[in-house]
């Protein structure tokens, strides 16, 4: 009997299976550029009434009109998992009640000016399962 290695591939999924996949996760990082280059920042985030709520260590004024998101669970030993990418609008969450709020429920890195609340209404989601074949 002879065994052959496992190969890997990635899968696309349906944009409503990506969103199911943010929505159950709740770490992933914030992608956006600043000054010719890209910056990542690690965030929480949780999914609400069809948008995308981020906590991320970033100025409000460091912010673009548009960012993208990506969030991921991969078994490294295993070679499977999911990785989900966001891309859309960001607006700063101003009202005080709903900073608060998501400051209580969704744990942060930083605290003061590098502490912001962001929605997200994504125009683009992409997603893949990462998974194991027999080749």
């Known amino acids: 009997m002879t065994f052959s290695p496992a190969t890997p591939r990635m899968v696309e999924v ?16 914030l992608v956006y550029g600043q000054r010719g280059l890209t910056v990542v920042r690690p965030a929480r985030h949780v999914w609400e009434y069809g948008r995308l709520v981020v906590r991320a260590p970033v100025r409000a004024a460091a912010v673009p009109e548009a960012v993208t998101y990506q969030t991921d669970e991969i078994q ?31 744990p942060g890195w930083s605290h003061g000016p590098h502490d912001i609340v962001l929605r997200v209404r994504p125009t683009t989601v992409t997603g893949f399962r990462l998974l194991r074949a027999e080749s």
């Open 14 to 29: 349906s944009g409503a299976e990506a969103l199911w996949l943010v929505e159950g996760s709740g770490l992933g990082r």
């Open 76 to 106: 490294a030993a295993a070679g499977t998992g999911w990785t989900v990418t966001l891309s859309g609008p960001a607006e700063v969450v101003t009202d005080p009640n709903e900073v608060a709020h998501h400051r209580r429920t969704l």
